[in-house]
């Protein structure tokens, strides 16, 4: 990815060559531009023309600007076309599209050195070099002074919900709330003054640079991501771009664009002075900046790269692509009428969003295409049989032919800052991270876009960072992955029929995750390995096999922080902290187990497992067999990995006398107690059900059965008389006690008695058995 940039051969600031101090864009090929010429000019990129809007007053000398949000949740602003320009004469002034100044305002003594619109437009803030940070109404009538400090403030930030203000202090940064109370954050960020901060509503991120010729990337709570060489001149300009997967940079005669974790992309060494701002258009594709030499200079970004099996595709120009196979060095050549905004390539299907239209290619001749709404896409994600759009103005999930399949809507919706880490796909189901509160998923069925379930969100107990739905297996079972801001990585249904959601632990330190394309195998960065979890469900069928079903490598061959990027067929794609790609191959088996377990071919899973003589392939198997209820490969698996407790518990559940009471005992193997006994007293084996809770020691509760259905007190009274008379104890419970005072205990009796419960048992197993063979010959 690089920037291919142009500047006009004069500047069109003429007036001695005047400095350019601020640029903004109207609309996507719009741009304004005001400098020390007292002119504001308007830019149309599409006829490459400046024309002049409006001559300023000879006494304004303007130091920022910024336009009032566009829209809103999709929704279209009813003041739109205003912006805000901040002047050295301590006045900001709200200008008209056309050039007329609607209102001055005395803001502050000395420079305003920045002024910025909130991100839904309904408060403004101003910074000045007498060091007060103003907060002002849209209509322009003072809020709050929210800070006062003895040196000038350069450069003010809002947070992403809006509620935090981040600024300069000389060499810090502060992050301060509106609420009073609340804490505020201050730290050191560079060796000189900070000239310049942005922060990125999709991210979260914040960007800093400094006179000691730094950039540098850090989190909301002000711990240090990233920070660059020393270049030669002052960092004078930094900007997020809208999706905030890059910035861009601005020092003297230099451009450079980074990616969010803060290596570079692309350098770039045009002739204009120092670069004082920069200005991302709204869809993400084009930068302005506004230099020292009175030039405007213009950048769009190129050489993007998509791979997926064997294609390589790259955005070449604006409108173009170039396919290429690299296991015959084809190429094939994309034209398209708009400039290419987003693009997407999985599922053997490439999406391409441009500013009007969506391309969806299954082969390279034929595209499908259709228009798209107003809204500039900011996200594409694929599975294997739809495709999902993000716009400013929401959710909509596109079958591969074309045909909108569902637009899920939920309170507080905020699409614009949705990102890959926060939503997820699959084929039946959509999972989105609630902004609002970020312990809470949401699940939409993605056939109707209506909420799953009883409508109620998963809340998981801390923040959660990022989501991942499994791609593979039948809806009833998906189940999606989460890091919380601990790190840990837990596992979890997504559909629970009425019963509270299982949630289990499957990993900690996990700082990134992908699912496999064609099985559901998971792999993760953790902390400093690489980890792929061959079978992650075998925890809900036995929580012991997951550390034996584990395939780990020492992540010490890739250097910090690695980020994994997909996880297709056996390869996972790596970028590591230095901006290079590293490749990682995981074996082959895993995912064959998979296919045989969910086509029933048992024997030959059995087979793969002895050819490959690997332990985690046979703890797999053994889950995948309890969970699919196979005792016969269940036994072989567990007895190759040395588990001779579950082989005997397993010969246990065959020799049951009943097909209830194998199952409530396979239910009990994979740890779901109150199932078991559901399952036990619907069939009217209440023996069966009271034994169950005596074998786990649930004393209460096989007391309160056996008072319940009149039947076996003196059973659990006996085993609980032998239980305490082992431990050396005495009998407390008072119901114990109580019921102990009328009941005679002989085990002769009970053992006759259970004797005949276990005949009764069999008979009444057989006689369905019998009948419904007579059946079957009928």
Known sequence: MRLKTSLLKEPKHILFSQLVSCVGWTTADELYSCGEDHQILKWNLLTNEASLVVRLPEDIYPTDLHWFPKTVGGKKQTQADIFVLGSTDGKFHLVSKMGRIEKSVDAHKGAVLAGRWNYDGTALITAGEDGQIKIWSKSGMLRSTLASQ?????????????????????????????????????????????????????????????????????????????????????????????????????????????????????????????????????????????????????AHVVEQHWEWKNFVITLTKRRTMEVRNVLNDAVDILEFRDRVIKASLAFDH??????????????????????????????????????????GSGLYTFSYEGRLISSPKFPGMRADILNAQSVSLSNDTLAVRDKSDEKVILFFDVLTGKALGDGKPFTHKMEVVEIALDQCGPSTERKVALIDKNRDLYLTSVRHLGREPKVCKIGSMVHSMAWNNSANILCGIQDSQFTVWYHPSVVFTDKELLPKTLHIKDSSEFSRAPHILSYVGAKVTLRQGDGSLVYCSVPPFAAILHEYSTSARWEDALRLCRFAKDQSLWACLAGMAMANRELTTAEVAYAAIGELPR????????????????????????????????????????????????????????????????????TVLAYRERFLQKSGRKETNKRFLQYSEGVEVDWEKIQSKIEMELSEEREKAAGVSVRSSVASRR
Not at 248 to 275: H, M, Q
């Open 647 to 714: 082989v005997q518990y397993i010969n246990f559940i065959r020799e049951q006398p009943s097909k209830e009471s194998s199952l409530a005992h396979m239910l009990m193997f994979t740890g779901q107690v109150q199932e078991a006994e559901s399952t036990l007293l619907q069939a009217g084996l209440i023996y069966q059900a009271i034994q169950v809770n005596i074998d786990l020691f649930n004393w209460e509760r096989a007391l309160e059965l056996a008072v319940k259905h009149k039947t076996h007190v003196d």
């Open 150 to 298: 003895g040196s000038p403030v350069y450069s003010v930030a809002w947070s992403p919900d809006s509620d935090r203000i981040l600024y300069t202090s000389g060499r810090q940064l502060i992050i301060k709330p509106l609420q009073p109370s609340a804490k505020v954050i201050q730290w050191k960020a560079h060796d000189g003054l900070v000239l310049k901060v942005d922060w990125n509503s999709v991210n979260d991120l914040i960007l800093s640079g400094g006179e000691d010729c730094k950039y540098k990337v850090w989190d909301s709570f002000g711990r240090l991501l990233h920070s660059s060489v020393s270049h030669d001149y002052p960092v004078t300009s930094l900007s997020w771009a809208p999706d905030g997967e890059v910035f861009a940079a601005g020092s003297f005669n230099t451009l450079r664009l980074c990616d969010k974790i803060g290596w570079s992309y692309a350098l770039e060494k045009p002739n204009t002075g120092s670069v004082f701002s920069l200005a991302w258009s709204a869809d993400g594709t084009q930068l302005a900046g506004a230099c020292g030499n009175g030039h405007v200079i213009f």
């Open 350 to 391: 490439l999406v391409v969003a441009t500013s009007l239209q969506c391309y969806v290619y299954k082969n390279w001749n034929t595209p499908l295409i259709f228009d798209l709404k107003e809204g500039t896409v900011s996200l594409i994600l694929q599975a294997e049989k739809h495709f999902l759009l993000v716009d």
